[in-house]
Protein backbone atom coordinates (compact mmCIF):
# COMPACT_ATOMS: atom_id res chain seq x y z
CA UNK A 1 0.00 0.00 0.00
CA UNK A 2 1.35 3.51 -0.74
CA UNK A 3 1.47 5.79 2.13
CA UNK A 4 1.92 9.65 2.93
CA UNK A 5 4.55 9.73 5.26
CA UNK A 6 4.90 13.71 5.58
CA UNK A 7 4.38 16.83 4.29
CA UNK A 8 6.70 19.84 3.96
CA UNK A 9 5.77 23.34 3.25
CA UNK A 10 8.13 25.28 1.63
CA UNK A 11 8.28 29.00 -0.16
CA UNK A 12 8.65 29.05 -3.52
CA UNK A 13 10.52 32.51 -4.56
CA UNK A 14 11.74 32.89 -7.56
CA UNK A 15 14.55 34.47 -6.66
CA UNK A 16 15.93 31.65 -4.67
CA UNK A 17 15.77 29.75 -8.04
CA UNK A 18 17.79 32.73 -9.92
CA UNK A 19 20.23 32.66 -7.25
CA UNK A 20 20.74 29.06 -6.70
CA UNK A 21 21.32 29.26 -10.81
CA UNK A 22 23.71 31.66 -10.81
CA UNK A 23 26.12 30.83 -8.21
CA UNK A 24 24.63 33.34 -5.73
CA UNK A 25 24.11 30.98 -2.22
CA UNK A 26 27.13 31.80 -0.73
CA UNK A 27 26.60 35.68 -1.15
CA UNK A 28 25.41 36.76 2.99
CA UNK A 29 21.79 37.80 1.50
CA UNK A 30 21.14 34.13 0.18
CA UNK A 31 23.36 32.41 2.41
CA UNK A 32 21.07 33.45 5.17
CA UNK A 33 17.50 31.80 2.81
CA UNK A 34 19.68 28.50 2.23
CA UNK A 35 21.05 27.67 5.53
CA UNK A 36 17.59 27.25 6.61
CA UNK A 37 17.24 24.43 4.40
CA UNK A 38 20.82 22.37 4.85
CA UNK A 39 19.21 20.00 7.27
CA UNK A 40 16.25 20.01 5.36
CA UNK A 41 17.79 18.36 2.57
CA UNK A 42 19.46 16.07 4.93
CA UNK A 43 16.20 14.83 6.19
CA UNK A 44 14.84 14.01 2.56
CA UNK A 45 18.11 12.63 1.78
CA UNK A 46 17.29 9.86 4.63
CA UNK A 47 13.72 9.52 3.93
CA UNK A 48 14.13 9.01 0.36
CA UNK A 49 10.65 8.90 -0.68
CA UNK A 50 9.30 6.79 -4.09
CA UNK A 51 6.72 10.09 -4.91
CA UNK A 52 6.06 13.89 -3.93
CA UNK A 53 2.93 15.27 -4.43
CA UNK A 54 3.85 18.75 -4.96
CA UNK A 55 0.71 21.65 -4.47
CA UNK A 56 1.82 24.60 -6.45
CA UNK A 57 0.72 27.21 -8.14
CA UNK A 58 1.81 28.55 -11.78
CA UNK A 59 2.26 31.91 -12.67
CA UNK A 60 1.47 32.57 -15.95
CA UNK A 61 3.94 30.10 -17.68
CA UNK A 62 1.67 26.46 -18.35
CA UNK A 63 -1.86 28.81 -17.67
CA UNK A 64 -2.39 31.93 -19.14
CA UNK A 65 -5.94 33.91 -18.95
CA UNK A 66 -7.44 31.45 -21.30
CA UNK A 67 -7.57 28.75 -18.98
CA UNK A 68 -7.91 29.21 -15.55
CA UNK A 69 -8.41 25.44 -13.08
CA UNK A 70 -9.18 25.31 -10.41
CA UNK A 71 -7.12 22.03 -9.45
CA UNK A 72 -5.31 20.73 -11.95
CA UNK A 73 -3.48 17.51 -11.44
CA UNK A 74 -0.43 16.90 -13.69
CA UNK A 75 -0.72 12.65 -15.43
CA UNK A 76 1.82 12.85 -17.37
CA UNK A 77 4.75 11.15 -17.64
CA UNK A 78 7.56 14.29 -17.68
CA UNK A 79 6.52 17.64 -17.11
CA UNK A 80 10.14 20.08 -18.79
CA UNK A 81 10.63 23.18 -16.70
CA UNK A 82 9.10 26.20 -18.00
CA UNK A 83 10.49 29.50 -19.70
CA UNK A 84 9.32 32.12 -17.48
CA UNK A 85 11.41 35.43 -19.84
CA UNK A 86 14.54 33.81 -18.67
CA UNK A 87 15.08 30.41 -20.45
CA UNK A 88 14.04 27.54 -18.20
CA UNK A 89 15.86 26.54 -14.91
CA UNK A 90 18.85 24.65 -15.78
CA UNK A 91 17.07 21.91 -13.68
CA UNK A 92 16.99 18.07 -14.92
CA UNK A 93 12.84 17.49 -16.43
CA UNK A 94 10.87 16.15 -13.90
CA UNK A 95 9.83 12.84 -14.20
CA UNK A 96 5.94 11.85 -13.21
CA UNK A 97 4.16 8.94 -11.69
CA UNK A 98 1.12 8.56 -14.27
CA UNK A 99 -0.48 5.63 -12.60
CA UNK A 100 -0.20 6.95 -9.46
CA UNK A 101 -1.39 10.22 -10.43
CA UNK A 102 -4.19 8.52 -12.71
CA UNK A 103 -5.35 6.61 -9.76
CA UNK A 104 -5.16 9.76 -7.50
CA UNK A 105 -7.92 11.44 -10.15
CA UNK A 106 -10.00 8.73 -10.20
CA UNK A 107 -10.29 8.57 -6.70
CA UNK A 108 -10.64 12.30 -5.96
CA UNK A 109 -13.43 13.26 -8.80
CA UNK A 110 -15.58 10.27 -7.21
CA UNK A 111 -14.78 11.88 -4.03
CA UNK A 112 -16.70 14.75 -5.21
CA UNK A 113 -13.32 16.95 -5.81
CA UNK A 114 -13.70 18.04 -9.74
CA UNK A 115 -9.86 17.59 -10.63
CA UNK A 116 -9.19 18.66 -13.82
CA UNK A 117 -6.76 16.04 -15.59
CA UNK A 118 -3.76 17.79 -17.67
CA UNK A 119 -1.57 15.80 -19.99
CA UNK A 120 0.62 17.79 -20.90
CA UNK A 121 2.42 20.85 -18.88
CA UNK A 122 5.28 22.90 -18.33
CA UNK A 123 6.02 23.85 -14.28
CA UNK A 124 7.52 26.79 -13.53
CA UNK A 125 9.40 28.02 -10.51
CA UNK A 126 6.25 27.31 -8.01
CA UNK A 127 7.27 23.50 -8.94
CA UNK A 128 10.89 23.32 -9.08
CA UNK A 129 12.24 26.13 -6.35
CA UNK A 130 10.99 24.15 -3.72
CA UNK A 131 11.97 20.87 -5.06
CA UNK A 132 15.56 22.61 -5.69
CA UNK A 133 15.32 23.30 -2.06
CA UNK A 134 14.78 20.23 -0.98
CA UNK A 135 16.27 17.92 -2.85
CA UNK A 136 19.41 20.09 -3.52
CA UNK A 137 20.59 21.09 -7.45
CA UNK A 138 20.98 18.25 -9.31
CA UNK A 139 22.45 17.95 -12.78
CA UNK A 140 21.03 14.66 -14.53
CA UNK A 141 18.11 13.26 -12.82
CA UNK A 142 15.54 14.32 -9.41
CA UNK A 143 15.84 11.75 -6.99
CA UNK A 144 12.21 10.99 -7.11
CA UNK A 145 8.89 10.93 -9.24
CA UNK A 146 6.60 14.18 -8.94
CA UNK A 147 2.91 14.49 -9.47
CA UNK A 148 2.47 18.41 -10.01
CA UNK A 149 -1.08 19.58 -8.41
CA UNK A 150 -1.48 23.45 -9.74
CA UNK A 151 -4.11 25.12 -7.75
CA UNK A 152 -5.48 28.39 -8.90
CA UNK A 153 -4.46 30.95 -6.34
CA UNK A 154 -3.59 34.26 -9.35
CA UNK A 155 -7.55 35.15 -10.08
CA UNK A 156 -9.59 35.54 -6.59
CA UNK A 157 -11.50 33.46 -5.42
CA UNK A 158 -8.94 30.40 -4.73
CA UNK A 159 -10.49 27.66 -3.42
CA UNK A 160 -10.90 28.29 0.18
CA UNK A 161 -8.90 27.02 2.92
CA UNK A 162 -11.28 24.34 3.96
CA UNK A 163 -11.72 22.73 0.87
CA UNK A 164 -7.85 22.72 0.19
CA UNK A 165 -8.01 20.86 3.74
CA UNK A 166 -10.93 18.28 2.47
CA UNK A 167 -8.82 17.55 -1.03
CA UNK A 168 -5.71 16.90 1.13
CA UNK A 169 -7.87 14.29 3.15
CA UNK A 170 -9.43 12.57 -0.04
CA UNK A 171 -5.88 12.49 -1.88
CA UNK A 172 -4.70 10.54 0.91
CA UNK A 173 -7.47 7.99 0.93
CA UNK A 174 -6.39 8.17 -2.92
CA UNK A 175 -2.90 7.42 -1.71
CA UNK A 176 -3.89 4.45 0.18
CA UNK A 177 -6.05 2.84 -1.74
CA UNK A 178 -3.35 2.50 -4.34
CA UNK A 179 -1.65 -0.99 -3.71
CA UNK A 180 2.18 -0.97 -4.70
CA UNK A 181 4.02 0.05 -1.63
CA UNK A 182 5.16 3.65 -2.29
CA UNK A 183 6.90 6.07 0.06
CA UNK A 184 4.83 9.30 -0.50
CA UNK A 185 5.61 13.02 0.52
CA UNK A 186 3.43 15.88 -0.32
CA UNK A 187 4.64 19.06 -0.46
CA UNK A 188 2.76 22.79 -0.47
CA UNK A 189 3.98 25.45 -1.66
CA UNK A 190 4.28 29.13 -1.50
CA UNK A 191 3.73 32.01 0.66
CA UNK A 192 4.71 32.95 3.23
CA UNK A 193 3.30 36.84 3.58
CA UNK A 194 4.27 38.85 0.59
CA UNK A 195 2.35 41.23 -1.73
CA UNK A 196 3.83 42.36 -5.05
CA UNK A 197 1.33 43.65 -6.72
CA UNK A 198 -0.11 47.87 -6.33
CA UNK A 199 1.04 50.09 -4.50
CA UNK A 200 1.09 48.39 -0.97
CA UNK A 201 3.45 45.71 -2.02
CA UNK A 202 6.56 44.74 0.45
CA UNK A 203 3.82 44.03 2.89
CA UNK A 204 5.33 41.47 5.19
CA UNK A 205 3.56 40.32 8.19
CA UNK A 206 5.97 38.15 10.72
CA UNK A 207 3.16 37.68 13.52
CA UNK A 208 0.91 36.40 11.45
CA UNK A 209 3.18 33.85 9.87
CA UNK A 210 4.68 32.28 12.70
CA UNK A 211 0.84 31.71 13.74
CA UNK A 212 0.04 30.19 10.40
CA UNK A 213 3.01 27.98 11.11
CA UNK A 214 2.24 27.08 14.65
CA UNK A 215 -1.64 26.39 14.04
CA UNK A 216 -0.34 24.29 10.79
CA UNK A 217 1.37 22.32 12.71
CA UNK A 218 -0.96 21.83 16.21
CA UNK A 219 -4.60 23.02 15.33
CA UNK A 220 -5.13 23.33 11.20
CA UNK A 221 -8.70 23.19 11.87
CA UNK A 222 -8.80 26.92 12.61
CA UNK A 223 -6.47 27.83 9.67
CA UNK A 224 -9.62 26.55 7.43
CA UNK A 225 -11.62 28.90 8.50
CA UNK A 226 -9.83 31.65 7.81
CA UNK A 227 -11.55 33.84 5.17
CA UNK A 228 -9.69 34.82 1.64
CA UNK A 229 -10.02 38.72 2.91
CA UNK A 230 -8.44 37.94 5.83
CA UNK A 231 -5.15 36.28 4.21
CA UNK A 232 -5.17 39.38 1.61
CA UNK A 233 -5.58 41.98 4.74
CA UNK A 234 -2.86 40.19 6.91
CA UNK A 235 -0.39 38.38 4.07
CA UNK A 236 -0.45 40.16 1.01
CA UNK A 237 -2.77 40.15 -1.89
CA UNK A 238 -0.62 37.25 -3.15
CA UNK A 239 -0.30 35.65 0.26
CA UNK A 240 -3.11 34.03 -0.34
CA UNK A 241 -1.07 31.17 -1.71
CA UNK A 242 -0.87 30.32 1.58
CA UNK A 243 -4.61 28.14 1.31
CA UNK A 244 -2.14 25.83 -1.07
CA UNK A 245 -0.20 24.08 2.66
CA UNK A 246 -3.45 23.45 3.89
CA UNK A 247 -3.57 20.89 0.90
CA UNK A 248 -0.84 19.29 2.41
CA UNK A 249 -2.49 19.33 6.06
CA UNK A 250 -5.16 17.96 5.09
CA UNK A 251 -3.31 14.91 3.77
CA UNK A 252 -1.37 14.23 7.32
CA UNK A 253 -2.97 12.99 10.38
CA UNK A 254 -4.55 15.20 12.71
CA UNK A 255 -1.67 14.90 15.18
CA UNK A 256 1.90 15.52 13.80
CA UNK A 257 4.99 15.51 14.62
CA UNK A 258 6.84 18.89 13.82
CA UNK A 259 10.58 18.43 12.88
CA UNK A 260 11.59 21.15 11.47
CA UNK A 261 11.20 24.96 10.92
CA UNK A 262 12.53 27.80 9.60
CA UNK A 263 11.61 31.30 9.04
CA UNK A 264 13.31 34.21 7.53
CA UNK A 265 12.74 37.96 5.90
CA UNK A 266 12.91 38.78 2.89
CA UNK A 267 13.71 36.48 -0.19
CA UNK A 268 13.30 39.41 -2.27
CA UNK A 269 9.60 40.39 -2.05
CA UNK A 270 8.59 37.53 0.05
CA UNK A 271 8.59 36.22 3.89
CA UNK A 272 10.47 32.56 3.15
CA UNK A 273 8.36 30.05 5.48
CA UNK A 274 9.58 26.24 5.86
CA UNK A 275 8.01 23.04 7.85
CA UNK A 276 8.49 19.58 7.94
CA UNK A 277 5.46 17.32 9.41
CA UNK A 278 5.64 13.74 9.98
CA UNK A 279 2.78 11.89 10.33
CA UNK A 280 3.27 9.66 13.31
CA UNK A 281 3.96 5.50 13.22
CA UNK A 282 0.92 3.78 14.63
CA UNK A 283 1.79 1.39 17.68
CA UNK A 284 -0.18 -2.08 17.10
CA UNK A 285 -3.43 -1.29 17.89
CA UNK A 286 -3.43 -3.75 21.29
CA UNK A 287 -0.97 -1.57 22.48
CA UNK A 288 -1.98 1.97 20.77
CA UNK A 289 -4.01 3.07 23.56
CA UNK A 290 -1.09 2.33 26.96
CA UNK A 291 1.10 4.07 24.49
CA UNK A 292 -0.18 6.80 23.94
CA UNK A 293 0.41 8.94 27.07
CA UNK A 294 4.14 7.86 27.43
CA UNK A 295 4.45 8.59 23.10
CA UNK A 296 3.25 11.95 23.35
CA UNK A 297 5.46 12.92 26.19
CA UNK A 298 8.66 11.50 24.60
CA UNK A 299 7.58 13.37 21.44
CA UNK A 300 6.82 16.40 23.12
CA UNK A 301 10.22 16.31 24.42
CA UNK A 302 11.86 15.67 20.98
CA UNK A 303 10.07 18.10 19.88
CA UNK A 304 11.14 20.82 22.17
CA UNK A 305 14.94 19.34 21.35
CA UNK A 306 14.55 19.69 17.57
CA UNK A 307 12.84 23.25 18.13
CA UNK A 308 15.99 24.02 20.03
CA UNK A 309 18.21 23.03 17.32
CA UNK A 310 16.17 23.73 14.46
CA UNK A 311 13.97 26.84 14.89
CA UNK A 312 15.65 29.95 13.04
CA UNK A 313 13.82 32.60 13.22
CA UNK A 314 14.65 35.63 11.26
CA UNK B 1 -21.39 48.53 -15.35
CA UNK B 2 -19.87 50.02 -12.40
CA UNK B 3 -17.89 47.36 -10.69
CA UNK B 4 -19.70 45.74 -8.18
CA UNK B 5 -18.26 46.30 -4.27
CA UNK B 6 -16.34 44.27 -2.38
CA UNK B 7 -15.23 43.84 1.05
CA UNK B 8 -11.94 43.30 -0.32
CA UNK B 9 -11.91 46.89 -2.02
CA UNK B 10 -11.26 48.28 1.50
CA UNK B 11 -7.89 46.98 1.62
CA UNK B 12 -5.53 49.66 0.85
CA UNK B 13 -2.86 49.36 -2.10
CA UNK B 14 -4.55 46.75 -3.23
CA UNK B 15 -6.04 45.32 -6.40
CA UNK B 16 -7.40 41.95 -6.22
CA UNK B 17 -7.10 40.52 -9.72
CA UNK B 18 -10.95 38.75 -9.66
CA UNK B 19 -13.02 36.91 -12.13
CA UNK B 20 -14.23 40.94 -12.50
CA UNK B 21 -11.12 41.88 -13.46
CA UNK B 22 -10.18 39.02 -15.00
CA UNK B 23 -13.04 39.60 -17.34
CA UNK B 24 -12.36 43.26 -17.77
CA UNK B 25 -8.36 42.90 -18.20
CA UNK B 26 -8.17 39.88 -20.67
CA UNK B 27 -6.49 42.08 -23.48
CA UNK B 28 -3.85 43.19 -21.24
CA UNK B 29 -3.12 40.01 -19.77
CA UNK B 30 -2.55 38.33 -23.54
CA UNK B 31 -0.51 41.03 -24.35
CA UNK B 32 1.83 40.67 -21.64
CA UNK B 33 1.70 36.84 -22.14
CA UNK B 34 2.71 37.47 -26.07
CA UNK B 35 5.69 39.25 -24.67
CA UNK B 36 7.10 35.37 -23.52
CA UNK B 37 7.98 35.16 -27.68
CA UNK B 38 10.72 36.90 -28.99
CA UNK B 39 9.45 37.91 -32.44
CA UNK B 40 6.50 39.25 -30.32
CA UNK B 41 8.85 41.50 -28.25
CA UNK B 42 10.57 42.62 -31.07
CA UNK B 43 7.71 43.38 -32.85
CA UNK B 44 6.13 45.40 -29.38
CA UNK B 45 9.25 47.32 -29.28
CA UNK B 46 9.48 48.37 -32.91
CA UNK B 47 6.46 50.31 -32.56
CA UNK B 48 4.64 49.92 -29.95
CA UNK B 49 0.79 51.59 -30.68
CA UNK B 50 0.55 49.39 -33.76
CA UNK B 51 1.43 45.97 -31.61
CA UNK B 52 -1.32 46.91 -29.29
CA UNK B 53 -3.91 46.68 -32.10
CA UNK B 54 -3.21 42.96 -32.55
CA UNK B 55 -5.48 42.87 -28.96
CA UNK B 56 -8.96 44.13 -27.55
CA UNK B 57 -8.10 46.73 -25.32
CA UNK B 58 -9.67 49.71 -24.28
CA UNK B 59 -8.33 53.54 -24.46
CA UNK B 60 -7.79 53.56 -20.78
CA UNK B 61 -6.07 50.20 -21.35
CA UNK B 62 -3.99 50.89 -24.41
CA UNK B 63 -2.46 54.45 -22.69
CA UNK B 64 -1.75 52.81 -19.14
CA UNK B 65 0.51 50.40 -21.26
CA UNK B 66 2.12 52.79 -23.71
CA UNK B 67 2.56 54.77 -20.17
CA UNK B 68 3.58 51.91 -18.24
CA UNK B 69 1.07 53.02 -15.77
CA UNK B 70 1.79 49.93 -13.88
CA UNK B 71 -0.79 50.49 -10.99
CA UNK B 72 -3.60 51.66 -13.69
CA UNK B 73 -3.14 48.69 -15.46
CA UNK B 74 -3.66 46.18 -12.59
CA UNK B 75 -7.14 48.58 -11.77
CA UNK B 76 -7.94 48.35 -15.34
CA UNK B 77 -7.46 44.34 -15.22
CA UNK B 78 -4.09 43.41 -15.80
CA UNK B 79 -2.35 40.74 -13.06
CA UNK B 80 0.87 41.58 -11.60
CA UNK B 81 2.45 37.58 -13.34
CA UNK B 82 1.34 39.13 -16.83
CA UNK B 83 2.11 42.86 -16.63
CA UNK B 84 5.87 41.34 -14.81
CA UNK B 85 6.60 40.40 -18.11
CA UNK B 86 5.89 44.31 -19.64
CA UNK B 87 8.72 45.13 -17.20
CA UNK B 88 10.58 42.00 -18.60
CA UNK B 89 10.63 43.39 -22.08
CA UNK B 90 11.24 46.41 -20.97
CA UNK B 91 14.79 45.06 -19.13
CA UNK B 92 13.70 46.18 -15.51
CA UNK B 93 13.91 43.66 -12.64
CA UNK B 94 10.67 42.96 -10.81
CA UNK B 95 12.06 45.49 -7.61
CA UNK B 96 12.57 48.22 -10.07
CA UNK B 97 8.83 47.41 -10.96
CA UNK B 98 7.77 47.39 -7.32
CA UNK B 99 9.59 50.40 -6.40
CA UNK B 100 7.28 52.54 -9.38
CA UNK B 101 4.15 50.56 -8.10
CA UNK B 102 4.85 52.32 -4.88
CA UNK B 103 6.20 55.27 -5.06
CA UNK B 104 9.28 54.88 -4.12
CA UNK B 105 12.82 54.58 -5.77
CA UNK B 106 14.40 51.20 -5.72
CA UNK B 107 17.26 51.75 -3.04
CA UNK B 108 14.18 53.03 -0.45
CA UNK B 109 12.60 49.98 -1.38
CA UNK B 110 15.17 47.40 -0.99
CA UNK B 111 16.13 48.88 2.09
CA UNK B 112 12.74 48.63 3.07
CA UNK B 113 12.42 45.24 2.25
CA UNK B 114 15.91 44.61 4.04
CA UNK B 115 14.41 46.19 7.11
CA UNK B 116 11.55 43.76 7.24
CA UNK B 117 8.96 44.95 4.64
CA UNK B 118 5.81 47.22 4.75
CA UNK B 119 4.09 46.61 8.33
CA UNK B 120 0.44 45.44 8.35
CA UNK B 121 -0.45 47.94 11.02
CA UNK B 122 -1.64 51.39 9.25
CA UNK B 123 -2.36 49.20 6.54
CA UNK B 124 -4.87 46.54 6.92
CA UNK B 125 -7.74 48.66 5.49
CA UNK B 126 -8.59 52.05 4.35
CA UNK B 127 -10.58 53.12 7.23
CA UNK B 128 -7.37 51.85 9.50
CA UNK B 129 -5.10 53.62 7.37
CA UNK B 130 -6.91 57.00 7.66
CA UNK B 131 -6.99 56.32 11.91
CA UNK B 132 -3.36 55.61 11.39
CA UNK B 133 -2.70 58.66 9.44
CA UNK B 134 -4.66 60.60 11.97
CA UNK B 135 -3.19 59.42 14.96
CA UNK B 136 0.33 60.32 13.11
CA UNK B 137 -0.53 63.83 12.25
CA UNK B 138 -2.02 64.44 15.98
CA UNK B 139 1.74 63.08 17.17
CA UNK B 140 4.03 65.22 14.68
CA UNK B 141 1.76 67.75 15.12
CA UNK B 142 4.41 70.07 13.75
CA UNK B 143 5.50 68.04 11.35
CA UNK B 144 3.87 67.66 7.87
CA UNK B 145 1.72 64.51 7.77
CA UNK B 146 2.33 62.47 4.95
CA UNK B 147 -1.35 61.20 4.33
CA UNK B 148 -0.21 60.22 0.94
CA UNK B 149 1.73 57.68 1.45
CA UNK B 150 1.32 53.81 2.52
CA UNK B 151 2.79 53.35 6.44
CA UNK B 152 6.06 52.30 6.30
CA UNK B 153 8.27 50.67 8.87
CA UNK B 154 10.63 53.36 10.65
Redesign the interface.
Known amino acids: MAKIIAGIGSSHVPAIGAALDNGKTEEPYWKRVFFGFERSKEWMAKTSPDVAIIVYNDHASAFSVEIIPTFALGCAAEFPPADEGWGPRPVPVIKGHPELAAHIAQSVILDEFDLTVVNKMEVDHGLTVPMSLLFGQRKDAWPCRVIPLAVNVVMYPPPTGHRCYMLGKAIRKAVESYPEDLKVVIFGTGGLSHQISGPRAGLINSRWDKAFLDNLSRNPKKLTRIPHVEYMREAGAEGIEMVMWLIMRGALDDKVEEVYRFYTVPASNTAVGHIILENQRKPPATTRKAAVGKRGAASRSRQAAHRADHRITG | MPRTSQ ?2 DD ?9 ER ?1 RQ ?2 GI ?2 F ?2 SL ?1 KEENRKAFKANEAEYLKRFALTGEQRDAILKRDY ?1 RM ?1 ELGG ?4 TA ?1 LG ?1 TDGHS ?2 HL ?1 AV ?3 SSQQD ?1 AD ?3 A ?5 EG ?3 KSDKDKSARAKSRAKAKSPAKSKS ?1 ARRK
Open positions: EYIPGTFVFDASGYNMCMMNLNIYFKAFQAMTGYMMLGGRPVNRSI
